[in-house]
C-alpha cells in the first residue's frame, strides 16, 4: 500500500449521519477501492449491499474467517485487521477510527491510520472525539463533521416491561441478556437477541425477525453500537459497566452515544433511557449524548510494526518497542503476544524457530484468533501443534488430525451456550482454511466448515426461538378478547395443536403441557384445548380396554406401560405376590374411565404373573392336602422360594403323593430352601425382581443370568423374595447355593480342607472372599501355616433339634394356620 498517496478526507461525527453510505459511493466512483470495518457482522452487511449494487464478481469479502474473492474484484469490503495491505488501490476507507484508542484492538486501528493510503484518496470515518489527534498525527487529512440526520433525546427511567415497542435493551453480560430476553418473553410475547458472538447468519435471521415486526424488542450487547442498522427508537441500558477484557469500568459518556445513538435512523427522532433498576444518568452526561460534545482523545494505542524475525525472544523485544511519539501509548499484550510468549518458552518450538521465515511463520499462526476466549492453553497447544506441522518436510497440516477436529464439532445438539462454543471453535478452524498455504485442500476444509457453521447457526437460531419468542402470544390475546372459537385438534404424534401451536402432547393416556412453557403460558391453550383433549382420552380408553396383552409390558420400576407409555404402576399390596395396582394422575380420566381401564388392567397384571410365575400357580391350584398346602403358602408369600427351616414341619408332614405333584410343578427340595427351579430363570427372575422391589421399597437391580451379586445393594428380605441366598458379601442363588453347600460338605467329610478354584467358581467370586460366605454356611475359619483352612462346625444334634422346637414354638402364632398344622402333625 502506498503511503501519504493522494487525498486525506477525515469525516468525522456522531452515529446517523450517513458517514458510512458517503464513504461507499465515493469507494464505488473510483476503479479500485478497499474499505475496513471494525466488524465481521458489518463487512458483511455492506458487501450484501455492494453485491446488490455492483454483482459478486466486482466485490471481494475479507475477514479473518471469511473470503469470498473472484478472479478480478475491484473493490474490497474487509474487517480492519484482514485488510490486505500489499494491495494496491485507488481508494481506501477506515471506519470507526476513534477505535484507534480502544486497548484491545486499537495499536491495529492505529496502523492503519498512519500507513493505510489509497493512491488517489482515503477517507477515514469516525467520531470527533479524535479530531485533535488527527490533526497533529495525519496534518495531511482534510477534516469534515457532519451532524446527526435526526434527534436524540433522553427519556429517563422506565420499568422493563413499559418500553415502548422498537425498543432495543442493552446489557453486557451473557446472562444477563438471556434473562432480560426471558421477561420481555413472558410480558411481551418475544424479542429477538443479538450478540456478539453470533454467527452472521443467525444474526441475521435475528434482525431479519425484529426488522419484520414479528417481535417488537431487541435485547443485545453493545455489537448493535457499530453500525447495525435496524428500525430502532428507543435503546435502554440495562446497566452502565462492561468488562473490558481485564477487569470491569464504567461506559465513558461517548460509549453510551455510540450505543444510544442506535435509536433514530435518518429523519426520525430516537430517545435512549436506562431500565432493569439501573442507575439514571446524571445531567452533565445526558447533555453530552444529546448535544454529541465528548472529552476528545488524549492518546491512541500503538504497537511497532518494524518487527525483528531473527529469533522469537528478538521477535518479542521488537513487539515492545516503546513509541516515540507521546501521542501514543504501547499496546495492551494482545492474545497474539501472549500466545507467542508462551511458545517462546516451548524447546520444540524454539528448536525449529531459527531463522526469519520460521519466526514469521510462528508469528502468522500466534496472530490466529482464539474466539472461544475461554480455555488459553488449550489455544496455545492448538497453534504449537500446527507450527510444528508446518515446519515438518511436507509443511502442510494433516488431513485427518483437521478432519478430527472439525468434524467433531458437526453436532446440533445441545443449549445455546454450547452451540456458541462450538461456532467459536468453527470460526478458528474457518481462519485457518482460509490460509491456503496451510492445507493441501483448502477450498474443501473452507466448504466443510462453512456447512457446519451454517447447521450449528440455524440450531442456534432455533433455541433462540424456542426460548425468548412466544408463538402463543397471539392466541392468547384472541382468546382475551373473548373469542372461543378456537380451532384444536390432536395430530397424529400426539401434539395437541392449537390455533396452529402446540399446546402439549398425548403420551399414553395423559396430557403433557409443553415443557418449554410455563403453566400460566399455556393454561389458555389447553383451556381452549379441553374438550378435544377430553375426547381424544375417551378414544383412548376405549382403544386400551380392547387392546390385546402384547400391547402391555411392566418395567423395572414397576410401571405398567401401554404402547410403551406408562398408564399405571404398582404398590405394595398385602403379599408381595398381590400388588395393588394406581393409575397415573390424570385430570382427563372421569370417574368411569378410570373404572374401565383399572378392571383391564388388573387383568393383564392377573394373566401376566400367571404366565411368567405359572408353576407357583399351578401348585396354589392343585388339590393337595393340608401339608403341601401350608408349604405352597409360605413359596407364595416368597414368591416361589422359602427357607427350608420354617417349613420343616409341613415337610416331615408331606405325603408322597403331593410331594411328587410339587416336584412335577418344579419344587426342589434343598438342604437350605425349597424353590421352584422355573422361577430361577431370567424372564422368572426379572418379574420377582419387580415384585420385591415394590414390596420392600428399594429399587430392583440387574441380576440376569448372574449366580451371584453383590448383596450390599438391597436387604436380604429383598434377595429371598427373589430367589437369592445372602451368604458374606454375596447374594447366591439357590440353586448355585446348594450346589457350593454339597461341594463343601463333601470335602469336610475328610476333615479341613481349603479354598479352590471350583468352589469359588460355584460362588461366582474370586477364592480369596469365600471365608465369609463358607463362614455363614456353617464352617469353622482358622490359619495354619499361613493358610486358611476350613472345618465343619460340631453340634449336638439332641440339643440342636430341642432348641429349634423351643423357637419355632415361642415364633409361631397359636392362631396362624402354621400352629393348626403343627397340632394335625403332632396328632399323627
Known amino acids: 500500500m502506498y503511503e501519504n498517496q493522494g487525498r486525506v478526507r477525515a469525516v468525522l461525527g456522531p452515529t446517523n449521519t450517513g458517514k458510512t453510505y458517503l464513504a461507499i459511493d465515493r469507494m464505488l466512483g473510483h476503479s479500485s477501492g478497499m474499505i475496513g470495518f471494525p466488524l465481521r457482522l458489518l463487512a458483511r452487511e455492506n458487501y ?46 477506515i471506519d470507526e477510527v476513534q477505535l484507534c484508542a480502544d486497548r484491545e484492538r486499537g495499536h491495529v486501528f492505529t496502523d492503519r491510520l498512519l500507513h493505510a493510503r489509497g493512491r488517489e484518496e482515503t477517507v477515514l470515518l469516525g467520531a470527533d472525539t479524535i479530531a485533535p489527534l488527527l490533526k497533529k498525527l495525519v496534518p495531511e487529512a482534510r477534516i469534515e463533521t457532519r451532524p446527526r440526520f435526526s434527534t436524540l433525546s433522553y427519556s429517563g427511567a422506565k420499568k422493563l416491561t413499559r418500553l415502548p415497542r422498537r425498543s432495543a435493551i442493552v446489557a453486557f453480560s451473557l446472562n444477563e441478556v438471556y434473562g432480560l430476553a426471558e421477561l420481555i418473553r413472558r410480558h411481551r410475547g418475544g424479542t429477538a437477541v443479538v450478540l456478539g458472538a453470533l454467527s452472521p447468519r443467525t444474526r441475521n435471521a435475528q434482525v431479519e425477525m425484529y426488522q419484520a415486526g414479528e417481535v417488537d424488542y431487541m435485547v443485545a450487547t453493545d ?32 460509549e453510551i452515544g455510540q450505543i444510544a445513538g442506535r435509536a433514530g435512523r435518518y429523519q426520525h427522532d430516537g430517545t435512549f433511557g436506562v431500565t432493569n433498576n439501573a442507575k439514571a444518568l446524571d445531567d452533565e452526561t445526558v447533555e453530552a449524548i444529546e448535544t454529541h460534545h465528548y472529552d476528545t482523545l488524549d492518546r491512541l494505542s500503538w504497537r511497532n510494526r518494524n518487527l525483528d524475525f531473527r529469533s522469537p525472544r528478538a521477535l518479542l523485544k521488537s513487539l515492545s518497542q516503546p513509541p516515540s511519539s507521546a501521542l501514543l501509548f504501547r499496546a495492551r499484550e494482545a492474545d497474539d503476544f501472549r500466545v507467542l510468549k508462551e511458545l517462546s518458552g516451548d524447546s520444540d518450538v524454539v528448536e525449529r524457530a531459527t531463522n526469519p521465515a520460521a519466526v514469521r511463520l510462528l508469528w502468522d499462526i500466534c496472530q490466529i484468533p482464539d474466539f472461544r476466549k475461554v480455555m488459553p492453553d488449550i489455544h496455545v497447544r492448538l497453534l504449537r501443534q500446527v507450527f510444528l506441522y508446518l515446519t515438518t518436510l511436507e509443511a502442510r497440516i494433516p488431513e485427518d488430525w483437521v478432519a478430527g477436529h472439525i468434524r467433531r464439532l458437526d453436532n446440533v445438539g445441545g443449549d445455546m451456550d454450547t452451540l456458541t462454543q462450538r461456532i467459536a471453535h468453527v470460526r478458528t478452524w474457518t481462519y485457518i482454511s482460509h490460509r491456503t498455504e496451510w492445507l493441501a485442500d483448502s477450498t474443501h476444509w473452507q466448504e466443510v466448515a462453512r456447512k457446519i457453521e451454517d447447521r450449528l447457526s440455524d440450531a442456534l437460531h432455533d433455541r433462540l426461538l424456542q426460548r425468548f419468542v412466544d408463538r402463543r402470544a397471539p392466541v392468547m390475546a384472541k382468546r382475551r378478547q373473548g373469542d ?13 395443536i392449537v390455533e396452529g401451536l402446540a399446546a402439549g402432547s398425548m403420551v399414553g393416556l395423559k396430557f403433557v403441557r409443553d415443557v418449554e412453557q410455563s403453566r400460566e403460558e399455556t393454561q389458555t391453550l389447553v383451556s381452549a384445548a379441553r374438550g378435544t ?16 396383552d402384547e400391547a402391555f409390558s411392566l418395567s423395572r420400576g414397576g410401571h405398567i406401560r401401554w404402547h410403551d407409555n406408562e398408564v399405571a404402576f404398582l404398590q405394595r399390596g398385602q403379599t408381595a405376590l398381590a400388588p395393588t395396582l394406581s393409575l397415573l394422575r390424570n385430570e382427563m380420566l372421569s370417574p368411569r374411565s378410570k373404572d374401565l381401564v383399572a378392571g383391564r388392567l388388573a387383568q393383564w397384571v392377573d394373566g401376566f404373573l400367571r404366565r411368567r410365575l405359572a408353576p407357583l400357580f399351578k401348585a396354589r391350584d392343585a388339590k393337595l392336602g393340608s401339608a403341601a398346602r401350608g408349604i405352597v403358602f409360605q413359596l407364595c408369600e416368597g414368591l416361589g422360594s422359602v427357607e427350608r427351616l420354617p417349613a420343616r414341619g409341613q415337610i416331615a408332614a408331606l405325603d408322597a403323593a403331593d410331594k411328587k405333584t410339587l416336584s412335577r410343578f418344579g419344587l426342589r427340595f434343598g438342604v437350605y430352601a425349597l424353590y421352584f427351579a422355573p422361577l430361577l430363570r431370567p424372564s422368572a427372575q426379572r418379574l420377582r425382581a419387580i415384585l420385591g422391589a415394590v414390596f420392600t421399597d428399594q ?26 441366598r445372602v451368604l458374606g458379601d454375596w447374594a447366591i442363588r439357590l440353586d448355585a447355593a446348594e450346589r457350593l453347600a454339597a461341594a463343601a460338605r463333601k470335602r469336610a467329610r475328610d476333615g479341613k480342607f481349603t479354598a479352590d478354584g471350583a468352589l469359588s467358581a460355584l460362588a461366582g467370586c474370586e477364592p480369596d472372599m469365600l471365608e465369609p460366605i463358607l463362614r455363614d454356611l456353617g464352617y469353622h475359619v482358622s490359619k495354619e501355616k499361613g493358610e486358611t483352612v476350613f472345618r465343619q462346625k460340631r453340634f449336638n444334634a439332641g440339643r440342636r433339634r430341642a432348641r429349634h422346637t423351643k423357637t419355632r414354638a415361642a415364633e409361631v402364632d397359636p392362631m396362624s394356620p402354621f400352629a393348626k398344622l403343627r397340632d394335625l402333625a403332632s396328632a399323627k
Open 699 to 724: 429399587d430392583a437391580p440387574r441380576v440376569g443370568k448372574a449366580t451371584s451379586v453383590p448383596a450390599e445393594t438391597n436387604t436380604p428380605e429383598f434377595w429371598n423374595l427373589i430367589g437369592f
Open 48 to 93: 450484501d449491499r455492494i453485491v446488490a449494487l455492483k454483482g459478486r464478481r466486482s466485490v471481494a469479502l475479507i475477514t479473518g474467517e471469511e473470503k469470498i474473492v473472484p478472479p478480478r474484484p475491484r473493490w474490497f469490503v474487509c474487517t480492519v485487521e484482514s485488510m490486505p495491505l500489499d494491495l494496491e488501490v485507488d481508494f481506501l476507507a
Open 223 to 254: 455489537a448493535i453500537g457499530m453500525g447495525l442498522n435496524m428500525d430502532i427508537e428507543h435503546v435502554a441500558f440495562a446497566g452502565m459497566r462492561k468488562f473490558d477484557g481485564r477487569a470491569p469500568r464504567r461506559l465513558l459518556p461517548a
Open 484 to 496: 372461543n372459537a378456537l380451532l384444536s385438534y390432536v395430530a397424529k404424534s400426539g401434539e395437541v
Open 533 to 548: 383433549i377430553e375426547l381424544e382420552v375417551e378414544t383412548r380408553v376405549t382403544a386400551l380396554c380392547a387392546d390385546s
